[in-house]
């Protein structure tokens, strides 16, 4: 019963994911984001080459991982790909914070969460459900990570229903409430890899990451990480002027744009391995991506927020619980009898098209 995403994804990504050139090739990115943003080009330029920058700097920092993993063991290598599997969402997120762009970080997760858990996972199906039918997996595989995202859910929507109380009593413990839940919900992540890690069996074949010796991993760990911070600096700092330019708002920035580049390499993996019938996998890592931003990076920017002495808090708008909520609702009929087909596919695609709309428009 595997529950994370990137200590599965990162086992089989050589595999199943041959654009090593492509990746490569979108290196060019780095060096353009630094001069576009040196020659004062506009915001919306400096933004795009920030964002595509992400994407092989993320997929080189998940082989690093992958690497150091079968090095480290299947425990201590499962942790490491769990801690960096969403660097590039979480450093974006920490760089968002010192501006005090709030409702980036905020829809930000919530784009992740949705865009996993429907987008990803909706593709996946319908694509798959074409070309092989009816579609059968353990549903075993995925009700952990449901059930976190669930606790999750609770965490966050308990201190703002709360809230809505607005007296100053409430605030106050809402507010002291918010580090001690976050926690929680990191201790209970940690566990559930653990969990998962000594309950799922490991074979070599599947098993093994690129055979680089720990020096080189090592240094590819550092220079994709820092790479990572340096062009999450730019991306964020271009946010107010490409706001300013093109009238794009916040919430379409953090809802459906930042999601996109930090995650892509994990979205085309989890279809294709659809498209090859693998649905085990494709499903822990769409649904176990979208339980380690809420249960891991979620309270790790709450954590760090208070730390900057900005409070983010674990506070969110009705529409958002509600979106969240409704996201976590259609993967019910999808977990209720192990299988699954293309209508099922296009009806979570619906449902996430719906609720971007709503919540881009209000």
Not at 36 to 53: E, I, N, R
Request: charge should be negative.
């Amino acid at each position: 019963m595997a529950l994370s995403a990137l200590a599965v994804e990162n086992l089989t990504r050589r595999r199943v994911l041959n654009t090593r050139g492509v990746l490569n090739a979108m290196l060019v990115f780095v060096p353009l984001a630094v001069i576009s943003d040196w020659m004062g080009l506009s915001g919306a330029f400096v933004f795009t080459c920030a964002g595509l920058a992400c994407v092989p700097l993320s997929y080189w920092l998940g082989q690093s991982t992958e690497a150091l993993g079968t090095r480290l063991g299947s425990v201590s290598g499962g942790l490491l790909n769990a801690t960096f599997g969403n660097a590039a969402e979480l450093i974006i997120s920490i760089f968002a914070l010192r501006q005090g762009l709030f409702v980036v970080v905020r829809t930000a997760l919530i784009g992740s969460i949705l865009g996993q858990l429907l987008l990803v996972l909706g593709t996946s199906i319908l694509l798959a459900g074409f070309k092989h039918g009816t579609l059968r997996f353990s549903r075993p595989l995925v009700q952990v990570n449901f059930t976190l995202m669930v606790i999750a859910l609770a965490a966050i929507g308990l201190p703002s229903i709360l809230l809505a109380a607005s007296s100053e009593e409430t605030l106050a413990g809402a507010s002291a409430l918010t580090p001690v839940l976050s926690v929680m919900l990191i201790v209970i992540y940690g566990l559930a890899v653990l969990f998962s890690l000594r309950g799922q069996p490991h074979e070599d074949d599947d098993g093994s990451g690129p055979s680089w010796k720990v020096s080189k991993a090592m240094l590819i760990l550092v220079g994709s990480t820092s790479g990572i911070i340096m062009v999450s600096e730019l991306l964020v700092g271009s946010v107010a002027p490409l706001i300013e330019e093109t009238d794009v708002s916040e919430v379409f920035l953090g809802l459906i744009l930042i999601p996109i580049f930090s995650n892509v390499v994990d979205h085309i993996v989890a279809i294709t391995v659809a498209l090859k019938n693998k649905m085990d996998l494709s499903l822990t890592i769409s649904v176990g991506s979208a339980a380690q931003v809420a249960c891991l990076v979620l309270p790790i920017i709450v954590l760090v927020s208070y730390a900057m002495g900005q409070p983010m808090g674990l506070i969110f708008e009705p529409i958002e619980l509600v979106a969240l909520g409704l996201g976590l609702a259609m993967m019910v009929p999808v977990l209720l009898d192990g299988s699954s087909n293309w209508m099922e596919g296009t009806q979570l695609l619906t449902c996430y098209v719906i609720l971007d709309t709503v919540l881009w428009a209000f």
